[in-house]
């Protein structure tokens, strides 16, 4: 775990969670001095792994552990200090195909949303909705902005005041990757949110 900008290493907490039955695998803490940690995993699950620290906006990732994965995952982790227009993807919030309904499994990531904005009430971000490319421009557009709208109203249900929260879609308009893979349209079917003020 290091920090994103001055890329010195960092003390972290880790936990660790099972995306199939949302329970609770690991919580541990990066070493303070190389940054580095290490869990046990079990094989054939899907994980998602939190990690946060004081002061930084938390990091979300999720992965599959297979049975032939005999070497070790490595995740080298950058967390941004909270501030002004520093941005975290989520990658554990899931919407029902073709739609603006939030999963079950998308629960855990959106009580971290709900937990950083607690402890930090000064924070106030922009929940912003993006697809890929596939199906019109307008639907696109209208597909991001209500899941954004989606998470700003769990958030608001979560005791999260509207002027803490503002949410917008940008369609397809912001990729991240080539929308001509299956992985890359993965990757561009996203929810982020970004420090407006704190």
């Known amino acids: 775990v290091y920090d994103a900008e001055t890329k010195e290493p960092l003390d972290a907490k880790i936990e660790l969670f099972d995306l199939g039955s ?3 695998l690991a919580i541990f803490t990066s070493d303070p001095v190389t940054g580095e940690y290490l869990s046990i995993l079990n094989e054939e699950s899907k994980i998602a792994l939190y990690i946060e ?3 930084y906006l938390f990091e979300s990732e999720s992965f599959d552990v297979k049975v032939d994965d005999s070497d070790k995952i490595k995740k080298d982790i950058y967390l941004k200090p ?3 227009g520093n941005t975290v993807r989520l990658n554990n919030i ?3 195909f073709n739609s603006a309904r939030l999963t079950q ?3 855990t990531e959106l009580n971290k949303i709900v ?3 607690s402890i930090n009430p000064d924070v106030k971000i922009l929940i912003s909705g993006h697809t890929d490319n596939q199906g019109t421009e307008s639907y696109n557009l209208d597909l991001s902005e209500k899941r954004a709208k989606a998470v700003y109203e769990f958030l608001l249900n979560h005791g999260i005041s ?3 929260l503002t949410y917008k879609g940008f369609g397809e308009s912001q990729p991240l990757a080539t929308n001509d893979t299956e ?3 993965k990757t561009n079917r996203r929810i982020e949110f970004s420090i407006e003020e704190n």
């Open 22 to 24: 949302e329970e609770p």
């Open 53 to 55: 620290r004081e002061g």
């Open 82 to 84: 909270i501030k002004k």
């Open 94 to 96: 899931f919407f029902e």
């Open 105 to 107: 499994n998308s629960e």
């Open 115 to 117: 937990s950083f904005l």
């Open 162 to 164: 509207s002027d803490n």
């Open 183 to 185: 992985e890359g349209q």
